[in-house]
Protein backbone atom coordinates (compact mmCIF):
# COMPACT_ATOMS: atom_id res chain seq x y z
CA UNK A 1 0.00 0.00 0.00
CA UNK A 2 0.97 3.74 -1.44
CA UNK A 3 1.61 6.17 1.62
CA UNK A 4 2.90 9.87 1.60
CA UNK A 5 3.71 11.60 4.90
CA UNK A 6 4.26 14.70 5.03
CA UNK A 7 6.01 16.10 8.51
CA UNK A 8 7.66 19.47 9.48
CA UNK A 9 4.74 21.95 9.55
CA UNK A 10 3.86 23.67 12.46
CA UNK A 11 3.11 27.56 14.31
CA UNK A 12 5.73 30.37 12.52
CA UNK A 13 6.27 33.93 12.78
CA UNK A 14 5.37 35.92 9.43
CA UNK A 15 9.00 36.15 8.16
CA UNK A 16 10.28 32.64 9.02
CA UNK A 17 10.73 29.39 8.02
CA UNK A 18 9.73 25.92 7.52
CA UNK A 19 10.79 22.70 5.59
CA UNK A 20 8.34 20.60 4.95
CA UNK A 21 9.44 17.17 4.01
CA UNK A 22 7.07 14.45 2.43
CA UNK A 23 8.44 10.85 2.48
CA UNK A 24 7.09 7.39 0.79
CA UNK A 25 6.57 4.09 1.84
CA UNK A 26 5.12 1.29 -0.79
CA UNK A 27 6.62 3.74 -3.52
CA UNK A 28 9.78 4.63 -5.44
CA UNK A 29 9.37 8.11 -5.66
CA UNK A 30 12.43 7.81 -8.07
CA UNK A 31 10.25 6.81 -10.68
CA UNK A 32 7.99 10.02 -9.85
CA UNK A 33 6.93 13.56 -10.37
CA UNK A 34 6.67 14.98 -7.62
CA UNK A 35 4.14 18.14 -6.34
CA UNK A 36 3.29 20.45 -3.20
CA UNK A 37 0.14 22.50 -2.71
CA UNK A 38 -1.61 23.75 -0.06
CA UNK A 39 -5.57 24.06 0.88
CA UNK A 40 -7.65 26.63 3.12
CA UNK A 41 -10.85 25.09 4.45
CA UNK A 42 -13.63 26.33 1.66
CA UNK A 43 -10.65 26.85 -0.91
CA UNK A 44 -9.69 24.71 -3.72
CA UNK A 45 -6.51 23.23 -3.62
CA UNK A 46 -3.90 25.49 -4.87
CA UNK A 47 -0.76 24.43 -6.68
CA UNK A 48 2.67 25.92 -4.70
CA UNK A 49 5.33 23.84 -6.97
CA UNK A 50 6.33 20.74 -8.54
CA UNK A 51 9.75 18.52 -9.40
CA UNK A 52 10.65 16.30 -11.97
CA UNK A 53 11.83 12.74 -11.56
CA UNK A 54 15.63 13.75 -11.39
CA UNK A 55 15.10 16.97 -9.93
CA UNK A 56 16.34 18.85 -12.86
CA UNK A 57 13.42 20.84 -13.49
CA UNK A 58 10.67 22.84 -11.01
CA UNK A 59 8.17 24.79 -11.54
CA UNK A 60 6.46 27.29 -8.74
CA UNK A 61 3.30 29.00 -8.11
CA UNK A 62 3.59 32.66 -8.69
CA UNK A 63 2.38 33.64 -5.28
CA UNK A 64 5.58 31.60 -3.80
CA UNK A 65 8.18 31.67 -6.50
CA UNK A 66 11.03 33.01 -5.21
CA UNK A 67 10.34 32.01 -1.16
CA UNK A 68 9.95 28.66 -1.50
CA UNK A 69 12.12 26.07 -2.69
CA UNK A 70 11.74 22.59 -4.20
CA UNK A 71 13.93 19.86 -3.55
CA UNK A 72 14.12 15.87 -3.60
CA UNK A 73 16.57 13.27 -2.20
CA UNK A 74 15.64 10.00 -4.43
CA UNK A 75 18.33 8.26 -2.01
CA UNK A 76 16.42 8.81 0.65
CA UNK A 77 12.50 8.60 -0.88
CA UNK A 78 11.79 11.83 0.22
CA UNK A 79 10.75 15.21 -0.92
CA UNK A 80 11.12 18.47 0.21
CA UNK A 81 9.72 22.24 0.78
CA UNK A 82 11.63 25.12 1.93
CA UNK A 83 9.48 27.60 3.13
CA UNK A 84 11.39 30.98 3.33
CA UNK A 85 9.50 34.59 4.04
CA UNK A 86 6.64 33.41 5.27
CA UNK A 87 3.36 35.41 5.07
CA UNK A 88 0.23 35.23 7.14
CA UNK A 89 -1.90 33.81 3.63
CA UNK A 90 1.18 31.07 3.57
CA UNK A 91 -1.10 29.56 6.10
CA UNK A 92 -2.47 26.25 5.01
CA UNK A 93 -2.68 22.75 4.90
CA UNK A 94 0.58 21.54 2.70
CA UNK A 95 -0.06 18.35 0.73
CA UNK A 96 2.29 16.89 -1.26
CA UNK A 97 1.21 14.54 -4.22
CA UNK A 98 3.15 12.00 -6.68
CA UNK A 99 2.63 11.04 -10.09
CA UNK A 100 3.83 8.01 -11.09
CA UNK A 101 6.65 9.49 -14.01
CA UNK A 102 10.03 9.21 -15.74
CA UNK A 103 10.66 11.38 -17.70
CA UNK A 104 10.98 14.94 -17.94
CA UNK A 105 8.25 17.07 -16.75
CA UNK A 106 6.29 19.12 -14.10
CA UNK A 107 2.65 18.55 -13.17
CA UNK A 108 0.78 21.74 -12.07
CA UNK A 109 -2.68 20.41 -11.80
CA UNK A 110 -4.22 18.40 -8.75
CA UNK A 111 -5.85 16.05 -10.99
CA UNK A 112 -2.21 15.04 -12.74
CA UNK A 113 -1.30 13.30 -9.15
CA UNK A 114 -1.87 9.77 -8.52
CA UNK A 115 -0.79 9.59 -4.97
CA UNK A 116 -1.66 12.10 -1.80
CA UNK A 117 -0.55 12.77 1.61
CA UNK A 118 -2.31 13.26 4.26
CA UNK A 119 -1.64 16.99 4.67
CA UNK A 120 0.10 19.14 7.45
CA UNK A 121 -0.67 21.83 8.63
CA UNK A 122 1.34 25.55 8.27
CA UNK A 123 0.09 28.60 10.34
CA UNK A 124 1.82 31.95 9.89
CA UNK A 125 1.27 34.27 12.57
CA UNK A 126 1.44 38.14 12.08
Known amino acids: QVQLVESGGGLVQAGGSVRLSCGAS????????MGWFRQVSGNEREFVAAISWSGGNTAYGESVEGRFTISRDNAKNTMFLQMNSLKPEDTAVYYCAAKLFKRIGVFRSPSSYDYWGQGTQVTVSS
Open 26 to 33: GLALSNCA
